[in-house]
T-cell receptor
Framework: GQSLEQPSEVTAVEGAIVQINCTYQTSGFYGLSWYQQHDGGAPTFLSY????GLEETGRFSSFLSRSDSYGYLLLQELQMKDSASYFCPDGHNQGGKLIFGQGTELSVKP | DAGVIQSPRHEVTEMGQEVTLRCKPISGHNSLFWYRQTMMRGLELLIY????????DSGMPEDRFSAKMPNASFSTLKIQPSEPRDSAVYFCASSSGLAGGPYNEQFFGPGTRLTVL
């Protein structure tokens, strides 16, 4: 079954900062990926954390704590175009595959 | 590079008909994945190939679904016979990661929106 948890919906206002959490039920996973999917579109890769700590790419940052089986995606200076679904797929010991699940739907309001 | 190419982009068919979805992965990628996305079930992995060999088909819902990868540049997903509950968006993705490797950035195609009446 699915071994990760993330909130189903998050709402925030334009210009704000939002954090989308991702918690793994299993330990010892290899790393944490994040994907973004706009409504009707294809998922696209955002980031990958191989090691603990914070990775920053422009307005987006991703954090990983392997000891806590926990990570998050931080979006700063939110824009309307950030409204999308965000996935932290489980790649732990999956033999090269990623398990995506339902993702978190982010709605950015004016 | 053109990215992952899928065809058709939209397919409307009647229950009982055979449906064939096509995918051309990014040149040089050695892993190919088929996904299905619905509101109820999210983004589900159906099957994936590495070096044209099916590695894991545990996500294939039933025998009505089959997938092939005859060469490194082409794969098909077939549903026969199709049913209304098969209505979904089907994505194909490819990656250059080694099977079992920890880093597997996947590149998704635009998807095929299938409607079975």
């Amino acid at each position: 079954g699915q071994s990760l948890e993330q909130p189903s919906e998050v709402t925030a206002v334009e210009g704000a900062i939002v954090q989308i959490n991702c918690t793994y039920q299993t330990s010892g996973f290899y790393g944490l990926s994040w994907y973004q999917q706009h409504d009707g579109g294809a998922p696209t890769f955002l980031s990958y954390n191989a090691l603990d700590g914070l990775e920053e790419t422009g307005r987006f940052s991703s954090f990983l704590s392997r000891s806590d089986s926990y990570g998050y995606l931080l979006l700063q200076e939110l824009q309307m175009k950030d409204s999308a679904s965000y996935f932290c797929p489980d790649g732990h010991n999956q033999g090269g595959k990623l398990i995506f699940g339902q993702g978190t739907e982010l709605s950015v309001k004016p | 590079d053109a990215g992952v190419i899928q065809s058709p982009r939209h397919e409307v068919t009647e229950m009982g008909q055979e449906v064939t979805l096509r995918c051309k992965p990014i040149s040089g990628h050695n892993s190919l994945f088929w996904y299905r996305q619905t509101m109820m079930r999210g983004l589900e992995l159906l099957i994936y190939f590495n070096n044209n060999v099916p590695i894991d088909d545990s996500g294939m819902p039933e025998d009505r679904f089959s997938a092939k990868m005859p060469n490194a540049s082409f794969s098909t997903l077939k549903i026969q016979p199709s049913e209304p509950r098969d209505s979904a968006v089907y994505f194909c993705a490819s990656s250059s990661g080694l099977a079992g490797g920890p880093y597997n950035e996947q590149f998704f195609g635009p998807g095929t929106r299938l409607t079975v009446l």
